[in-house]
């Protein structure tokens, strides 16, 4: 997978540490070794514009990031600065961000979910965790041990882990984010009561979030769904059916995503990107 994303993405450089890149064997154009001296003699000031072969723009690529290709060959969505710089200033106001924050980084750097997590932490000044063992991750109990000795106040997980987190352990939480997949009554009964729980959505193709709901109420019907909320700051979400027209509320159709984070298209798939 890894060589394929650095072939279809013409990546122009890879930046990683000899250990990695020994037991890889990734191959790119031009290779930065984080770990090499020699990057010492590059100046440490900001880039500004005038040293660039271009200026920057908010219309710019910030990243290129993959879809996991269960439907097929992985698609690279290129997404924006705007896109990107829209998600951070709303998240630093949903999650309430501050200098005081104390913000786990859980989701792996492959996924996009981690870029809403440690960018608004940095822009906002708080204090980001990141978690160096690979098996807390994987292991609930080891991750609340993590969370309550750091005295994490805002996290992001998947509701698939939290039940297996004893309770007393997230006490020190003020916010819970869950997203990544649906999210049942039972755990919003289970958390929101403690803290201020939200329930963020997003595709791969929009800058990681469109919509956030919260807080969740904890005496939500058991038998109700969990709500994904509302379009964030500059973001348009409609409801249509197969002929584009809009639906009335109650209705099930296609969701549609408009607004400053919408990525540019799929990398080299002009065709696909015209159809979604």
Not at 47 to 65: C, F, G, Q
Not at 146 to 174: G, K, N, S
Not at 177 to 197: I, Q, Y
Request: glycine share 8%; charged share 15%.
């Amino acid at each position: 997978r890894l060589s394929f994303m650095l072939a279809d993405s013409c990546a122009a450089a890879l930046i990683s540490t000899s250990s990695l890149l020994d037991e890889t064997e990734l191959e790119a154009p031009q290779t930065i070794r984080l770990d090499d001296c020699m990057l010492e003699q590059y100046p440490s000031h900001a880039i500004v514009d005038s040293e660039r072969s271009n200026a920057l723009t908010p219309k710019n690529l910030a990243y290129l990031i993959y879809t996991s290709g269960s439907t097929g060959r992985p698609k690279g969505a290129g997404n924006t600065h705007q896109g990107a710089g829209n998600l951070v200033g709303e998240l630093i106001t949903a999650h309430a961000h501050n200098t005081n924050a104390r913000v786990l980084q859980f989701a792996s750097f492959a996924f996009d979910a981690s870029f809403s997590e440690v960018m608004p932490a940095l822009a906002s000044g708080a204090t980001l965790y990141l978690i160096d063992d690979a098996a807390v991750r994987t292991d609930p109990r080891a991750l609340g041990r993590f969370i309550a000795e750091h005295r994490i106040t805002l996290a992001t997980l998947p509701p698939v882990i939290l039940p297996e987190i004893p309770i007393e352990d997230l006490a020190c939480l003020q916010t819970l984010v869950v997203a990544g997949e649906a999210c049942s009554p039972a755990l919003v009964k289970r958390h929101a009561k403690h803290c201020n729980m939200l329930n963020g959505y997003g595709p791969t193709e929009a800058s990681v979030c469109v919509t956030i709901a919260g807080p969740l109420d904890p005496q939500m019907d058991a038998a109700a769904l969990v709500p994904i909320g509302r379009p964030i700051q500059n973001t348009q979400i409609y409801i249509l059916d197969g002929s584009l027209n809009p639906l009335p509320v109650g209705l099930a159709g296609e969701l549609y995503i408009a607004g400053a984070g919408l990525a540019r298209g799929y990398l080299g798939r002009a065709g696909l990107t015209a159809e979604r």
